[in-house]
């Protein structure tokens, strides 16, 4: 779906020379690119409006996608996988939020953030095999994840002491601790694969 679009857009583009043919490949993966993020936010907004909490939704997008964008991590190998996998996630982040929202207090909130925080500190920024980084990305992109999760953490807590929305402190709360695990989540798939290729290979059996 997301290439058939992009590939319209960038023939209709070429055809009224606004780019050169040459570019196509270029455009159409940025096109591509283009589409399904929208698509994407378009459909985590419609659940916000669905579930009455577009106040967490916008504050979910606030803190998630800077973070994103620098701190990295796991990434799914095609458009449609991302796509599933982000409506799925935030439907049970959504769900979750109801059911634990009698439950919740100020102490598990702010255990919840110092972990996470403590994970992206360790983490971040970490490139995919899918979307890797440079030497110099990984210290540029690093400063700024760092500073990015600090601010965040801390404005986090400052909503707590003022007393503001509980559904905001949750979902912002949920944005923070998601990128953790998407951090954590390679590092957990390498240290199993390392641990599965070192292990010692059965004896046979003496006769």
Not at 5 to 19: D, F, G, R, S, Y
Not at 44 to 68: H, N, S
Not at 176 to 202: C, Q
Request: with cysteine.
């Amino acid at each position: 779906m997301y290439k058939r679009a992009a590939e319209k857009l960038t023939q209709a583009a070429i055809l009224n020379h606004v780019i050169d043919s040459d570019e196509k490949e270029l455009y159409m993966y940025a096109d591509q690119a283009m589409f399904a993020r929208l698509l994407g936010w378009g459909t985590l907004l419609l659940l916000g409006v669905v579930f009455q909490c577009i106040p967490g939704t916008l504050a979910f997008f606030i803190m998630f996608f800077p973070l994103r964008i620098y701190a990295g991590g796991y990434h799914a190998r095609d458009y449609g996988r991302c796509y599933l996998a982000s409506t799925l996630v935030f439907g049970i982040l959504i769900i979750g939020s109801k059911i634990i929202a009698f439950y919740v207090n100020p102490l598990a909130i702010l255990v919840s953030l110092m972990i996470s925080l403590v994970m992206i500190l360790m983490l971040a920024p970490l490139g995919d095999q899918n979307k890797p980084l440079s030497d110099s990305e990984q210290k540029k992109y690093g400063r700024i994840a760092k500073a990015i999760a600090v601010a965040e953490v801390i404005a986090v807590i400052a909503m707590m002491v003022m007393k503001i929305r509980q559904e905001i402190v949750l979902f912002s709360t949920f944005a923070i601790f998601l990128e953790a695990l998407l951090l954590f989540f390679p590092r957990w798939k390498e240290i199993f694969h390392l641990t599965k290729n070192t292990s010692p290979p059965k004896s046979e059996p003496q006769i």
